[in-house]
């Protein structure tokens, strides 16, 4: 599983800077403030997504994609829990598989694996799988809200 410490965190505070996002840096064995799932799994407050250097740069691309998706009234009031529907939790899991395209030495096929193996639950059994052959909803959903374009990601949030 690809952590924050072995990734290039330039590239991924610029990334998360491209849509208004801080990345602040928790010390080791600290709670990360913000975090719905506790542990080493990133957190929410505000624009600022708090993590760890032993936080999975999945977790990171989540929840950077629940920021970017929720309403702006929702993300004025935003501390751990994103909230959202169904249609928006698949919109996010697309999403942050197509921010780990904007990461050098990352891309789709890392995340696909380690989608897998913390446990994400997909109806046809794999990350993979589902953002090949049984996302159109989720895509759609991303275009509808000006997320994404025709041919790549808008760099809008929501609005």
Do not use: K
């Not at 970017?68 to 697309?94: F, N, T």
């Amino acid at each position: 599983m690809i952590l924050l410490s072995s990734t290039a965190r330039p590239a991924v505070t610029r990334l998360l800077a491209r849509y208004g996002m801080e990345l602040r840096l928790v010390a080791a064995d600290s709670p990360i403030p913000g975090s719905y799932w506790g542990e080493s799994e990133a957190g929410l407050r505000g624009n600022t997504l708090f993590a760890r250097l032993d936080t999975p740069l999945h977790s990171i691309l989540h929840e950077a994609a629940h920021y970017i998706c929720m309403s702006p009234e929702r993300r004025v009031g935003l501390d751990r829990d994103a909230g959202g529907d169904d249609a928006e939790e698949s919109a996010v899991c697309y999403l942050q598989l197509l921010l780990a395209g904007e990461l050098p030495a990352v891309g789709r096929e890392r995340l696909y694996a380690d989608m897998d193996q913390w446990g994400y639950s997909f109806r046809l059994g794999s990350a993979r799988a589902w953002f090949e052959q049984d996302a159109q909803d989720a895509q759609q959903w991303l275009l509808e809200h000006g997320i994404l374009g025709a041919t790549r990601l808008t760099g809008a949030l929501r609005g």
